[in-house]
């Protein structure tokens, strides 16, 4: 059983930087398709980015492409999304989630997730 815990989220200006970590434990995440999601008040789970377990492949919606970018140490079991030019859109609740097979990546659909950083970007 993999468990996932999320960190660095908080409250940016737009146009600021921060970035997130999801922490794996209990589990080798290494074999793992590892994924970020979001979800703002009022709206469904919505894809973020996604990176496969050697880091050599990702994948972002079209939203942040350019500004957000997704990485993994595996050695530290550990994923990042580091998060630029933040605009007010993007304040959500973030949540890391992970799944041993490559399927359907962008479907929030994954085995494990966490339990979600609040980003919120002011104006």
């Known amino acids: 059983q993999v468990q996932l815990v999320e960190s660095g989220g908080g409250l940016v200006q737009a146009g600021g930087s921060l970035r997130l970590s999801c922490a794996a434990s209990?589990?080798?995440?290494?074999?793992?398709?590892m994924g970020w999601f979001r979800q703002a008040p009022g709206k469904e789970r919505e894809f973020v980015a996604a990176?496969?377990?050697?880091?050599?492949?990702?994948f972002y919606a079209d939203s942040v492409k350019g500004r957000f970018t997704i990485s993994r140490d595996n050695a530290k079991n550990t994923g990042y999304l580091q998060m630029n030019s933040l605009k007010r859109e993007d304040t959500a609740v973030y949540y890391c989630?992970?799944?041993?097979?490559?399927?359907?990546?962008?479907?929030?659909?994954?085995?494990?997730w966490g339990q979600g950083t609040q980003v919120t970007v002011s104006s």
């Open positions: 989630a992970a799944q041993a097979l490559f399927g359907n990546i962008r479907a929030p659909t994954y085995a494990y």
């Open positions: 990176i496969d377990w050697s880091g050599s492949m990702t």
């Open positions: 209990g589990g080798t995440v290494t074999a793992y398709v």
